[in-house]
């Protein structure tokens, strides 16, 4: 069969890369000039199933007003009525509640989990795909003591998913990162998530396309979509801007990030994902001994310092302004200001670069996956926050849909069906 995979993110990838693996022949259509350059660019890097869980939390809304009258504030939202946004908003609020939390986790650690699998036995089958993939885990930073009143909570949910976990104090967090010990920061305590992982999102993305390429998939690039023509319940092709006549293909998989529900809505599919503006830098380091290992989840700033191969990452922000992806220098300040709290020495952050991405969320949390009304379109899109984390998983899933095999994931809350 042959199948188009529409968009070369990270998830577009992964699933171009499991249907290839089926035997398919695989198209892949992207509007840039290679994989992964727009937001599985310059993530946080974060391979942390530990972490997947929904931003609709209890509590969320307070938190969220209280931040908005912040001014370093790592949450903003503009004001500007755009009926897309308050209509994500009111889905948002309505999973701001214990039920729906408990519901949308648990969704999204059963993908998290089986992608993470999913990942190490691609990052171990001898494929030519170095992105820096190393398995140092997480640590999740406290610097308050009032701060720990969180962690019964994580550490209950952590149980329930069965994810190993271990409570460092002071000492014991210098201890476990030695690069800590220049660290400007206050340290009440930290939670060591062991299972996780760090790497590269762009590098992986780009590795996979350079060896599926080699194999026949055929890349589009610089091939904006315009439009998806259909007739009756299937889809008749894909209409590539300045060229004209469609590419044609008998499936088509739809992995184009936050830009997804453009494409779907002249097919009558709604989509409810939006936005979420974050920012990144990544710097050189000199000196390794003084750069993280683990990734360090700065929990206060809600920073997340991770160490790809020779450079460090530190990501973080989220702001719900719309599709403007550009960097406001006040904001890189900030992210320099933390990583040099952190690890004063070793990194070269006056060097670093900065970048901006739009996370691609859907109001409960989970990726939207699967069949649609349409015979031959599937969804691979919404990965929200966590998509670096989900992608070969949805990957997987989405491929083992278009096969015609059972997934081996239970879809339940994972398919569009679930906004009907
Ligand atoms: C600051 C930040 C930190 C993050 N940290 C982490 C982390 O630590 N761990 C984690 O798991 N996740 C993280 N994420 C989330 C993760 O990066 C995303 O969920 C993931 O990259 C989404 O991948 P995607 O392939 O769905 O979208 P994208 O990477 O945006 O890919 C979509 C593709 O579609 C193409 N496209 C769009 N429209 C068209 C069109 N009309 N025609 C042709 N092509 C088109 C685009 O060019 C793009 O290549 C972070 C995100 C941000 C912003």
Redesign the pocket.
């Known amino acids: 069969m042959k199948v188009a995979v ?8 992964a699933a171009a890369y499991y249907l290839w693996r089926d035997g398919h022949e695989v198209v892949v ?4 000039s290679g ?14 199933p530990s ?2 869980g929904p931003w609709a939390a209890p509590g969320m809304i307070g938190k969220v007003l209280k931040m908005a009258l912040q001014r370093e504030a790592p949450i903003r939202f503009s004001l500007s009525p755009n009926p897309r946004k308050l209509a994500w908003l009111a889905r948002w609020v309505g999973n701001c509640n214990a039920e729906r939390f408990r519901a949308n986790k648990l969704r999204m650690q059963r993908v998290a989990h089986y992608s993470h699998a999913c990942l190490k036995s691609l990052a171990a089958s001898g494929l030519p795909v170095d992105f820096d993939y190393h398995e140092d885990g997480t640590l999740q930073v406290f610097r308050q003591a009032s701060e720990l009143k969180l962690v019964k909570g994580i550490t209950q949910a952590l149980d329930e998913y069965e994810v190993p976990w271990r409570f460092l104090e002071g000492d014991e967090v210098r201890a476990q990162e030695p690069a800590l010990a220049a660290s400007h920061a206050p340290i009440a305590g930290a939670l060591y998530l062991p299972r996780d992982g760090s790497g590269d ?1 762009h590098k992986f ?1 780009t590795c996979l396309a350079a060896y599926l390429a080699q194999q026949g998939v055929v890349f589009h690039y610089g ?4 439009a998806l023509p259909s007739a009756g319940d299937r889809i008749e092709g894909v209409r ?1 801007e300045g060229q004209s006549t469609p590419l044609t293909a008998d499936a088509y998989v739809l ?6 529900p ?2 779907l809505r002249p097919l009558g599919i709604s989509l409810p994902i939006y936005p ?5 830098i990544t710097a050189p380091i000199h000196d390794p001994s003084r750069a993280p290992r683990a ?1 360090l989840m700065d929990e206060y700033n809600k920073v ?1 310092i ?1 160490r790809l191969g020779d450079r460090v990452r530190a ?3 989220a702001e719900l302004k719309g599709y403007d992806a550009n960097v406001d220098p006040g904001r890189v300040a900030f992210l320099k200001n933390v990583v040099r709290e952190w690890f004063p020495q070793g990194v070269g952050i006056e060097e670093a670069q900065a ?6 969320m859907t109001p409960d949390g989970p ?1 939207i996956l699967g069949k649609t009304r349409y015979r031959n379109l599937y969804l ?12 070969c998983g949805t990957g997987k899933i989405v491929a083992d849909i278009v096969t015609g095999r059972e997934p081996e994931v239970d879809l339940e809350g994972l398919t569009v069906d679930r906004y009907a």
Request: with cysteine; hydrophobic share 45%; net charge positive.
């Open positions: 529409l968009g070369a993110g990270v998830a577009g990838m259509v992207d509007r840039r994989a992964a350059l727009e937001t599985s660019f310059g993530n946080a890097g974060g391979l942390c972490f997947a999102s993305a091939a904006r979509i315009t590539i992995a184009l990030g936050p830009q997804a453009f494409l979420m503006k974050g920012y990144s990734a997340m991770s990501a973080g922000m970048w901006a991405g739009l996370r691609p990726a691979d899109c919404g990965h929200g926050s966590n998509g670096w984390t989900q992608a």
